[in-house]
């Protein structure tokens, strides 16, 4: 049996059955990622994959039951290399869990030991910009995989991990789980708590699952979701069990299918893969119809804007004192100054300086209140925007990137259009709404394409029930790479 291939619910189903073990699953694990790990490139260079040997407890009462659980590399994991994918927090080993660590642990996963590719600090949509080298897409190696959460959806993707954690600040889970034919959610902000999650911009970060299937992330949310007293920005409402929102129906579900996100800039083959699912979606029985957002031109300026200053304002802790990586210079010739502005010059990578830079300007005096002030407040419009659509509609069905992924080197000279690529993910993160990328077909060439739907604040029950029931009528989820 090849278990790297399936799912979290089916190998709890076999493992209650007694049909496998957890020595198994890990075997087939690592088997996998030694035949295809030097091709896709998942996982963080500097850690051994071969430590995926350790086999953990076994947890037989537990809800997991030990099946692993592959974690992005800005989440803090006890005593395991956290690094952001960057030079300057090269070696940092947390003293502490993430909150969703925790939780993951309480309910009996092992954290795989090995952490998942990123661009540094989350800044990017290939993971091109990890100081440990791109990831690639295992559908085609030539294409990026998406990113930020670039290696955690082409681990889950080809099979070398069961699921993953990544994070989404404005695109990040969805965009990847799009370009590799995963399921990635974003939930909503204050429905999981980042304790532990390495700030990029705190307004808009949000922890998430990348999985093979719906059913898979709608049980890793059960886990990580709740409220945490150390996350002040959490909030205190019920988790619902959301695997009871699985129900393959969405009769009478009011969907609206916002016109700004169907004009120029979107490629056809995507165009066309995402108007057949609006199709599908009637034919089961939902109430199509066109809405607007009349907002939406402005959200990636706004979001560059917000995510930069705030990047900038989180990234000043990095100086070379408290952690990881600082400048080796002669000490004695060196003052305190330049040896914060060696390490952070050698330290960060090319994209992080640059939004260090925008950001610091941004919030400069004399352009705050141009610039950044003056974003915050479309930011609002663009909330109540979606405030008014979910008067009337239960979700908004959207492509989830303009175009299929795009090849390695095609972008990376050429900022403004890789931040086009998140044209369709930032406004959720703006208005704080939960929202889930699910495969809903493939181009000509092969390349998977992802169908997002959004809805109102702490309705993750009703993107788990029109997910379920479109990924439940069509075969999408069932393909996959050959490696
Ligand atoms: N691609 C976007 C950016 O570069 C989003 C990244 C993210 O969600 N972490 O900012």
């Not at 930020?148 to 993707?157: I, L, M």
């Not at 069961?162 to 889970?173: C, P, R």
């Not at 941004?362 to 974003?375: E, K, Q, V």
């Not at 405030?387 to 900022?415: G, Q, Y």
Request: one cysteine or more.
């Amino acid at each position: 049996m090849e278990l790297a291939k399936l799912t979290c619910h089916e190998l709890l189903d076999l493992i209650g059955a007694g049909k496998t073990s957890l020595e198994d699953i890990f075997d087939d694990l690592r088997k996998r990622i030694g035949q295809t790990d030097h091709k896709v490139r998942a996982y963080v260079r500097n850690s051994q994959t071969e430590n995926a040997d350790v086999c953990p407890e076994i947890c037989a009462q537990s809800i997991l039951k030990g099946i692993p659980v592959t974690i992005k590399d800005n989440i803090c994991t006890e005593g395991l290399n956290t690094e952001c994918c960057s030079r300057i927090l090269s070696g940092f080993r947390p003293p502490y869990d993430a909150t969703v660590i925790r939780k993951l642990k309480e309910a009996g996963a092992s954290i795989f030991p090995v952490k998942a590719n990123m661009d540094e600090f989350a800044f990017g949509s290939s993971t091109e910009n990890s100081y440990f080298g791109p990831t690639r897409n295992p559908w085609d190696v030539k294409y990026v995989p998406g990113g930020s959460s670039g290696g955690s959806a082409a681990a889950v993707a080809a099979d070398e991990a069961v699921w993953a954690l990544g994070s989404d600040t404005g695109g990040s889970i969805r965009q990847p789980a799009a370009f590799c034919g995963v399921v990635g959610l974003k939930p909503t902000y204050g429905r999981v708590s980042r304790y532990g999650l390495i700030a990029f911009a705190s307004s808009l970060d949000q922890i998430g699952p990348l999985t093979k299937d719906v059913r898979d992330s709608a049980l890793l949310t059960n886990i990580i979701a709740g409220y945490d007293p150390r996350d002040s920005t959490s909030v205190d409402v019920e988790v619902p069990d959301y695997t009871g929102a699985l129900v393959k129906d969405v009769k009478g579900l009011r969907v609206g299918i916002p016109k700004e996100y169907f004009v120029e800039g979107i490629d056809p083959e995507v165009k066309r893969t995402v108007e057949d699912a609006i199709q599908k979606l009637k034919d089961l029985g939902g109430i199509c119809k066109e809405i607007s957002l009349p907002h939406t031109r402005y959200a990636v300026p706004v979001y560059y804007i917000i995510a930069t200053a705030e990047a900038s304002s989180n990234l000043a802790r990095f100086d070379g004192v408290q952690y990881g990586y600082r400048s080796l210079q002669d000490k004695a010739k060196t003052s305190l100054i330049e040896m914060y502005a060696r390490t952070r010059g050698e330290g960060f990578g090319q994209e992080a300086k640059r939004r260090i830079l925008l950001g610091t300007f941004a919030l400069s005096h004399g352009y705050y209140d141009a610039y950044y002030l003056r974003a915050l407040k479309v930011r609002t419009l663009i909330k109540r925007d979606f405030d008014d659509v979910f008067k009337d509609c239960d979700c908004v069905i959207t492509p989830t990137s303009p175009t299929p992924a795009f090849k390695i080197n095609e972008r990376i000279e050429d900022p403004l259009k890789m931040y086009l690529s998140d044209l369709y993910t930032i406004s959720a993160n703006l208005a704080g709404i939960p929202g889930i990328s699910i495969p809903c077909g493939f181009t000509k060439s092969g390349l998977p394409v992802g169908l997002q739907i959004l809805a109102g604040s702490f309705r993750e029950e009703t993107l788990f029930r029109a997910a379920y029931t479109y990924e439940q009528s069509t075969p999408w989820h069932l393909q996959k790479p050959e490696l």
